[in-house]
């Protein structure tokens, strides 16, 4: 995950309200789970909701309270080793693997944890000199948010019962019938991408830089359930052809027939098992899959600059995307915002003149930047005022357990 650039200012105004406001919904998940659902890891790439309610804290405890709260001693001293994400700075951990087995301390004790953290915090959040960090600390736990939605959800999906977290899907239909779309036309030419200016931004987002486009269009919808059902039909997880070498060879491998969460003509949802809606946009697919399905449809997946260029006329915080604690659920439109996480094909690199922050929040991105591959956008699970135009998330080309869809592009 990634890390502010230094040079972005954090504006102080409503920084308490929003830092109170993201503590508040980590909490609000994880309402309908039972300590047992809290305490399940499905797989490594995913860990347990109530490691997620602690990683968050132990962020604050050690990067803010620790560091820069006079007199502030941890609420546990052998917490951090179980908490501790990825950062070497900051000394041993429990291996990720093993995150499910963390039958204590309970939800309870974490929720504990949690209300002193946060209390702890209220004089920090008026100091302007830790805005920068503070600001951090808030995007930090927006995307464990969304971690958390999609770790449960695959969690759930292991039980033979397919239980709901919820009891109801999420509202709103799809807008967009499978046969509509248009394009988003680009004359190419030089373009600026890239954060700069005055707010937040991961330091992966910059520095803004120079990019030359060719002439292209990209899709204004995002590619649905029945148009997957079009590509499953005509053989497309069987035709080698249409795949890269590598994702021919995960399909194989893995046995993969269809997109995760697919059974007949139903979908495992955080509703539990629910009728596939033709309409929506397919998600939980992996870069393999897109790139497959784009070479069926005789197009291509857009560049992570391509997208942006279109990207930056539109609302970031538009669309279909988090607003409490609600199941997410993808549903269609015609933003490029919101629903699922688009892929690229571009690979996850860094900018030009990229430099990573000193000290351990520098470990916060740049060490990823190797074999994974860019996706823009947001999802249905992404807290909406999370994402921008210049946003880069990452993935692994054979994850699909996050919201990831995918949009056509084209040279024009």
Request: aromatic share 12%; proline share 7%; charged share 20%.
């Amino acid at each position: 995950m990634p890390q502010p650039e230094t040079r972005a200012a954090a504006d102080t105004p409503g920084l308490q309200e929003r830092f109170l406001r993201t503590r508040s919904l980590s909490e609000a998940l994880a309402v309908p789970l039972s300590d047992a659902d809290a305490t399940i890891q499905s797989m490594e790439d995913a860990s347990p909701t109530k490691w997620h309610l602690a990683h968050t804290t132990w962020f604050w405890e050690t990067f803010l309270l620790r560091d820069h709260a006079d007199g502030y001693r941890l609420w546990r001293e052998q917490w951090p080793y179980l908490f501790n994400s990825y950062y070497e700075a900051e000394g041993d951990r429990l291996m990720r693997a093993r995150r499910g087995m963390l039958s204590r301390p309970t939800v309870d004790e974490i929720l504990a944890w949690r209300a002193h953290v946060t209390a702890a915090m209220g004089p920090l959040l008026d100091d302007p000199a830790l805005a920068p960090l503070i600001e951090l600390g808030i995007a930090h736990e927006q995307q464990h948010q969304e971690l958390l939605l999609t770790d449960i959800k695959h969690a759930l999906f292991q039980n033979p019962l397919g239980p709901a977290m919820w009891a109801e899907k999420g509202e709103g239909a799809a807008s967009s019938p499978a046969n509509a779309g248009g394009w988003h036309r680009h004359p190419g030419g030089i373009a600026r991408v890239g954060h700069e200016g005055p707010g937040f931004a991961f330091d992966n987002e910059g520095p803004a830089h120079r990019v030359l486009l060719e002439p292209f269009a990209l899709a204004d919808r995002l590619v649905t359930n029945a148009e997957w059902q079009e590509f499953l039909d005509d053989g497309g997880y069987r035709t080698a052809s249409l795949w890269l070498s590598d994702g021919w060879a995960w399909v194989q491998e893995e046995g993969i027939e269809a997109p995760l969460y697919w059974r007949g003509t139903e979908d495992f949802t955080h509703a539990g098992w629910q009728e596939r809606d033709p309409h929506a946009p397919v998600t939980h697919i992996s870069h393999f899959e897109a790139d497959a399905f784009a070479s069926w449809a005789g197009a291509r997946l857009p560049t992570e600059f391509e997208w942006e260029a279109i990207a930056r006329g539109q609302d970031p915080s538009g669309g279909n995307q988090l607003d409490g604690a609600a199941p997410p659920s993808p549903r269609g439109g015609t933003g490029l915002f919101g629903d699922c996480w688009q892929f690229t094909r571009s690979g996850y690199l860094p900018y030009p003149r990229f430099r990573p922050a000193e000290g351990a929040v520098g470990e916060y991105n740049g060490k990823f930047m190797s074999g994974q591959v860019v996706l823009r956008g947001a999802s249905c699970a992404t807290v909406r005022g999370h994402s921008r135009a210049s946003y880069r998330n990452f993935f692994y080309p054979h994850q699909r357990w996050q919201f990831t869809g995918l949009r056509l592009a084209k040279d024009d």
